[in-house]
């Protein structure tokens, strides 16, 4: 039991360091799908030290595509925040298990991620509004000062996307009280940073 125990926080210890390297390192602005996966299920794993099995995730991706689709590049931490927002407003106030799902797809010249939780949801007024801020251009949105709870992280990957990509791009939120969210992330499939429209914004 003792040496179980001593794995555990070996484990532990390993994927807060792994998470917290990806963080803060800004080597670069993209990262590939695959890498932000791989973040994602760190951050994921750390979670389960609290939840234990009350928490799970999927992964969904065509086999056939999985290759070209987890070489394609988006900002860094743009899936984790999501994910992150899921877990707090979504499932951790819900009563019994929550299940978390990923979901990726390419059609055409974009790439469509989707987080989904079957949480508590959102009402419609709140959903409404939150869409209506993602709809708004990135210097609209800087000049406010306040978010709606559980709508800043959701914000902040909304701008930097329209930042680099364009206001084409972007995220939409679905939601119903009681049922659950999903969070749509529109992306251009691209596979080198050089095909970024606004390079300009990449440090």
Do not use: W
Not at 88 to 105: A, D, F, P, Q, S
Not at 107 to 113: A, K, P, Q, V
Not at 189 to 202: G, M, Q
């Amino acid at each position: 039991m003792l040496i179980a125990g001593l794995t555990s926080v070996s484990d532990m210890t390993e994927a807060l360091a792994s998470f917290f390297r990806y963080t803060i390192s800004k080597v670069e602005n993209l990262v590939s799908v695959e890498e932000e996966l791989q973040n994602c299920e760190t951050y994921f794993k750390i979670q389960q030290y609290r939840f234990g099995e009350r928490l799970q995730l999927t992964i969904e991706c065509d086999n056939e595509e999985r290759e070209e689709i987890y070489c394609c590049r988006l900002p860094k931490l743009t899936m984790q925040p999501i994910l992150e927002n899921s877990i707090i407003h979504g499932t951790e106030c819900k009563v019994g298990t929550g299940h978390l799902k990923i979901h990726l797809e390419r059609t055409g010249s974009r790439l469509l991620i989707r987080i989904s939780d079957d949480g508590v949801g959102i009402d419609a007024k709140t959903l409404a509004d939150m869409n209506e801020r993602l709809e708004k251009s990135a210097q609209a949105m800087s000049s406010q000062e306040s978010e709606t709870k559980g709508g800043i992280a959701l914000v902040n990957v909304n701008n930097r996307i329209h930042l680099l990509f364009g206001e084409e791009y972007g995220l939409h939120v679905f939601s119903m009280p009681g049922i659950g969210t999903d969070v749509e992330i529109t992306l251009p499939a691209i596979t080198s940073d050089r095909e970024i429209p606004n390079k300009e914004a990449l440090s």
